[in-house]
């Protein structure tokens, strides 16, 4: 079994920065891709961005696109998201998650994710 723990999360002013981890635990942990998401109070859950695991290729959702960073580090079974010039819209829970059956979905998808880690807040205020 595997378990993603997230951590990083907190309150900062718009314009600051963060950065949240989030780290897989267990025998093996090799998926095929590992996402963000976030939802904001009533509000759908949406992707924020992705990154394979093997070649590092990263993807990204429009209305983050340049302020925030995805990264990997195989090494640590981690994945980074840096996020830079917040905004009070990008207040919300944050969640990762692992495509450990590698089924071809979208990374953009909810469903194409079969592990998720527990999410953290993160509060942007004005």
């Known amino acids: 079994q595997v378990q993603l723990v997230q951590s990083g999360g907190g309150v900062v002013q718009a314009g600051g920065s963060l950065r949240l981890s989030c780290t897989g635990f267990g025998r093996t942990f090799n998926p095929d891709a590992v996402g963000w998401f976030r939802q904001a109070p009533g509000k759908e859950r949406e992707f924020v961005a992705a990154v394979s695991w093997i070649a590092g290729r990263t993807y990204y959702a429009d209305p983050i696109r340049g302020r925030f960073t995805i990264s990997r580090e195989t090494a640590t079974n981690t994945v980074y998201l840096q996020m830079d010039s917040l905004r009070p819209a990008d207040t919300a829970v944050y969640y990762c998650?692992?495509?450990?059956?590698?089924?071809?979905?979208?990374?953009?998808?909810?469903?194409?994710?079969?592990?998720w880690g527990q999410g953290i807040q993160v509060t942007v205020s004005s």
């Open positions: 998650a692992a495509d450990r059956l590698g089924r071809g979905g979208l990374v953009g998808s909810e469903s194409t994710y079969d592990h």
